[in-house]
């Protein structure tokens, strides 16, 4: 260090280590285009996979296009030599109106389209995301330049700058990925929460014209660009509600008397005149008029063919319906349900669904837990066991799924299981997806337990299968309780036999390390779907 007159003088480092003022509010500027950035980048991949199914094929393409796009505007980036400030507040706005209104966007186009045109919107879905990709990655280099031409100097390094400038970028992004899923989406949906960011980068676009309001040629029309993209904004957030009601009675086709989004999924409940329907993501869960077929067949075989169940396990079945059959044998004694989406359970618990399913809910029988079945089967241990294992879920469309249709899975079942117990679970149609039914078949019969396959039509899905499971066989029982509408002792066995077009075909063995349950599924059912 050398002494001047004046005292000390201030080295290099000391000097790069004071930050201005202007240069912090550039590097919380980096922080918000960074959350924002990944924000469009998730709604896209939600909407996705909500509209198109497959979340693992659709968040791959979407996030795989987004990241190119990013490239792209970095590269355009050096074309950029001249008012750079300009620029910047031009992308800013651009990203604002065109990330903000995206999931809008989308979402009314996907209604507009008639049903099973697919190809428009996904062409439609991909421009937009390399559109707004590609604006993205124009700000970090334009934000960088400015930081070294209007707040630096020559006092940051390449080197300081650098880390400055990415350190705000990932701590955004680590911010929006957790609040995205638990705490925007499930509290603004996603058209608000789209809006919410497009409105945060409208926010950067605002600082910039008044920050650098002395650089800015055309301060005027900035300032007006800014208005207008803000009333563009505020009227999407006003609308917000009415679009998305009236999109989805577009893709619904009936009156929607129920709507929620969770951190897991969008759940809608509509009521026409063939009556109630329960919508997961867009996939039916049931109708009212033949939902009783279904979970007859899912519950009295397992529940009479046993004999003399106690304690019942439901894993999956948020919607009550299944415990509803369940309670019709009074020697039942506790009914535990496990159901991931808490927002199920409450819709299940609303005067259109306990209508359906008696309440079942607030049975003192049942006790509701709300976890993954797959991390709770592992933790908690029932010292009696369960007679009875009904595993409901929603099919096996993506990995996250397969794992509970898998060895690994039905291991963990079985250790809840008692001797003569029997697990049924619910296996798509043999119909339509045999190599995806008998590889369910296949998987349970791999962990060592004898199975019973069986079918039931169930108009609003088809032919419908379930496999039922134990370490015993299943006799055929002689008494149902009274009251059912579908079953008969009469009946039951004839749902055992597979005529031709649904016979047994090669199907494998579904693994965490080898899912080719999922393989399977999106094959049979991609053209259906």
């Given at each position: 260090?050398?002494?001047?007159?004046?005292?000390?003088?201030?080295?290099?480092?000391?000097?790069?280590?004071?930050?201005?003022?202007?240069?912090?509010?550039?590097?919380?500027?980096?922080?918000?285009?960074?959350?924002?950035?990944?924000?469009?980048?998730?709604?896209?991949?939600?909407?996705?996979?909500?509209?198109?199914?497959?979340?693992?094929?659709?968040?791959?393409?979407?996030?795989?296009?987004?990241?190119?796009?990013?490239?792209?505007?970095?590269?355009?980036?050096?074309?950029?030599?001249?008012?750079?400030?300009?620029?910047?507040?031009?992308?800013?706005?651009?990203?604002?109106?065109?990330?903000?209104?995206?999931?809008?966007?989308?979402?009314?186009?996907?209604?507009?389209?008639?049903p099973g045109m697919e190809a428009?919107?996904?062409?439609?879905?991909?421009?937009?995301?390399?559109?707004?990709?590609?604006?993205?990655?124009?700000?970090?280099?334009?934000?960088?330049?400015?930081?070294?031409?209007?707040?630096?100097?020559?006092?940051?390094?390449?080197?300081?700058?650098?880390?400055?400038?990415?350190?705000?970028?990932?701590?955004?992004?680590?911010?929006?990925?957790?609040?995205?899923?638990?705490?925007?989406?499930?509290?603004?949906?996603?058209?608000?929460?789209?809006?919410?960011?497009?409105?945060?980068?409208?926010?950067?676009?605002?600082?910039?014209?008044?920050?650098?309001?002395?650089?800015?040629?055309?301060?005027?029309?900035?300032?007006?660009?800014?208005?207008?993209?803000?009333?563009?904004?505020?009227?999407?957030?006003?609308?917000?509600?009415?679009?998305?009601?009236?999109?989805?009675?577009?893709?619904?086709?009936?009156?929607?008397?129920?709507?929620?989004?969770?951190?897991?999924?969008?759940?809608?409940?509509?009521?026409?005149?063939?009556?109630?329907?329960?919508?997961?993501?867009?996939?039916?869960?049931?109708?009212?008029?033949?939902?009783?077929?279904?979970?007859?067949?899912?519950?009295?075989?397992?529940?009479?063919?046993?004999?003399?169940?106690?304690?019942?396990?439901?894993?999956?079945?948020?919607?009550?319906?299944?415990?509803?059959?369940?309670?019709?044998?009074?020697?039942?004694?506790?009914?535990?349900?496990?159901?991931?989406?808490?927002?199920?359970?409450?819709?299940?618990?609303?005067?259109?669904?306990?209508?359906?399913?008696?309440?079942?809910?607030?049975?003192?029988?049942?006790?509701?837990?709300?976890?993954?079945?797959?991390?709770?089967?592992?933790?908690?241990?029932?010292?009696?066991?369960?007679?009875?294992?009904?595993?409901?879920?929603?099919?096996?469309?993506n990995h996250q799924l397969a794992?509970?249709?898998?060895?690994?899975?039905?291991?963990?079942?079985?250790?809840?299981?008692?001797?003569?117990?029997?697990?049924?679970?619910?296996?798509?149609?043999?119909?339509?997806?045999?190599?995806?039914?008998?590889?369910?078949?296949?998987?349970?019969?791999?962990?060592?337990?004898?199975?019973?396959?069986?079918?039931?039509?169930?108009?609003?899905?088809?032919?419908?299968?379930?496999?039922?499971?134990?370490?015993?066989?299943?006799?055929?029982?002689?008494?149902?309780?009274?009251?059912?509408?579908?079953?008969?002792?009469?009946?039951?066995?004839?749902?055992?036999?597979?005529?031709?077009?649904?016979?047994?075909?090669?199907?494998?063995?579904?693994?965490?390390?080898?899912?080719?349950?999922?393989?399977?599924?999106?094959?049979?059912?991609?053209?259906?779907?």
């Amino acid at each position: 260090m050398v002494s001047g007159p004046d005292g000390p003088a201030s080295s290099p480092g000391e000097a790069s280590d004071r930050v201005s003022p202007a240069e912090a509010l550039l590097l919380a500027s980096v922080f918000l285009i960074a959350a924002c950035g990944l924000a469009y980048e998730l709604a896209a991949g939600s909407l996705a996979s909500y509209l198109l199914g497959d979340s693992v094929l659709q968040f791959s393409t979407v996030i795989g296009s987004y990241l190119f796009a990013l490239g792209i505007g970095s590269y355009l980036s050096r074309f950029v030599q001249r008012q750079l400030v300009a620029q910047f507040l031009r992308v800013e706005l651009l990203v604002a109106l065109l990330g903000g209104l995206l999931p809008m966007g989308l979402f009314a186009a996907h209604s507009l389209l008639p049903p099973g045109m697919e190809a428009p919107f996904r062409v439609l879905l991909y421009a937009l995301v390399l559109l707004v990709g590609s604006l993205v990655g124009l700000e970090i280099p334009l934000v960088m330049r400015i930081l070294k031409e209007k707040t630096s100097g020559e006092r940051a390094s390449l080197r300081e700058l650098v880390s400055q400038v990415l350190t705000f970028d990932y701590l955004g992004a680590l911010l929006v990925a957790l609040a995205f899923p638990l705490l925007l989406v499930p509290q603004l949906g996603l058209v608000r929460t789209g809006l919410f960011f497009g409105l945060l980068n409208w926010a950067v676009a605002l600082w910039a014209l008044w920050m650098f309001r002395a650089d800015l040629r055309a301060w005027r029309s900035h300032a007006l660009a800014c208005g207008a993209v803000l009333a563009a904004l505020l009227a999407a957030w006003a609308g917000a509600e009415r679009l998305t009601l009236w999109a989805e009675q577009r893709y619904y086709g009936e009156p929607i008397v129920l709507q929620q989004s969770s951190p897991y999924q969008r759940v809608v409940v509509t009521e026409g005149h063939t009556g109630v329907k329960l919508y997961l993501n867009g996939n039916l869960q049931f109708h009212e008029r033949d939902e009783y077929r279904y979970h007859e067949a899912l519950v009295h075989p397992g529940m009479a063919g046993h004999g003399a169940v106690r304690r019942v396990l439901v894993l999956g079945g948020g919607d009550g319906l299944a415990l509803r059959e369940i309670l019709r044998y009074p020697g039942v004694e506790r009914i535990t349900l496990v159901e991931l989406d808490e927002q199920v359970t409450r819709l299940a618990r609303s005067p259109q669904l306990a209508r359906l399913n008696g309440d079942a809910l607030r049975h003192p029988k049942v006790q509701l837990v709300h976890a993954d079945a797959y991390a709770w089967l592992e933790r908690h241990r029932e010292p009696q066991g369960y007679d009875l294992v009904i595993a409901d879920f929603p099919d096996p469309g993506n990995h996250q799924l397969a794992k509970l249709y898998s060895t690994s899975f039905y291991q963990r079942v079985m250790e809840h299981l008692n001797a003569g117990g029997y697990l049924v679970v619910q296996s798509t149609s043999p119909l339509v997806a045999p190599h995806s039914f008998w590889t369910v078949v296949d998987t349970l019969e791999a962990v060592g337990l004898v199975t019973t396959p069986y079918h039931a039509n169930v108009p609003s899905f088809g032919e419908w299968g379930f496999v039922l499971a134990g370490r015993r066989p299943w006799a055929t029982p002689s008494r149902l309780p009274a009251g059912l509408r579908f079953l008969t002792p009469e009946t039951l066995p004839l749902m055992m036999s597979f005529p031709p077009d649904m016979a047994r075909v090669p199907g494998g063995v579904n693994r965490l390390s080898d899912p080719v349950l999922v393989q399977h599924f999106l094959r049979e059912w991609g053209g259906v779907h």
